[in-house]
């Protein structure tokens, strides 16, 4: 057992460091956070969803902007679609599953906002049916998948976590919304906003 916890550890540090040395994912994140900001000052909010652990980390980082992260401050506006339960499992099945984040889309999403699409594989039916209608919507769209995409990326712009390993990605996927996070409550509250490129 000791030697499989440090082979793990050891493949986490891994791909933190290609994260780390990965540029284009850099840039990525901080064009995604140049949207965030712009989103909440305009009055948007950030929506957010993704299935299983990516249905987690979606209300983990919803909350990271609502309550708080790295210091006392007023709330962001930012919301895990799906999380109403009654309403989640009324429209799988009255309209499918494949229909529970568009409905939400369609009746709290504004022109302001951003949608940040998670998923470890790039191919939820769910997850391409929301991006399609949040491009109709002209809501900005940039995902968080892992390193081949999947057809996430074909659609739209996505920051890859540089893994095939659904764990490793998930890890990945939180550390960059903490850091996205970070970012934005240090220019909305701070008056950084000229420094997010060079903070990511």
């Not at 540090?13 to 850099?26: E, G, P, T």
Request: charged fraction near 20%; include cysteine; glycine fraction near 8%.
């Amino acid at each position: 057992m000791k030697d499989k916890i440090q082979t793990d550890l050891q493949s986490a540090s891994a791909v933190h460091q290609a994260m780390m040395a990965d540029k284009s994912l850099h840039i990525q994140l901080a064009e995604l956070a140049e949207w965030c900001l712009d989103a909440l000052l305009k009055g948007g909010k950030i929506l957010f969803a993704g299935n299983g652990g990516s249905f987690a980390d979606s209300q983990h980082l919803a909350a990271e902007f609502i309550s708080r992260l790295q210091f006392d401050r007023a709330p962001l506006p930012a919301i895990a679609l799906a999380t109403n339960s009654s309403s989640t499992s009324a429209i799988g099945n009255d309209y499918g599953y494949d229909q529970v984040f568009t409905r939400e889309l369609r009746a709290l999403a504004g022109s302001h906002d951003v949608f940040i699409p998670i998923s470890t594989s790039g191919n939820s039916p769910n997850i391409l049916t929301a991006v399609a209608v949040a491009q109709e919507l002209s809501i900005r769209t940039m995902g968080f998948a892992g390193e081949g995409g999947g057809q996430l990326a074909s659609i739209c712009p996505c920051v890859r976590v540089p893994s095939s390993r659904t764990e490793r990605i998930q890890e990945g996927h939180i550390l960059l919304g903490h850091i996205l996070c970070g970012l934005l409550e240090n220019a909305y509250f701070k008056g950084h906003q000229s420094r997010l490129k060079e903070e990511v």
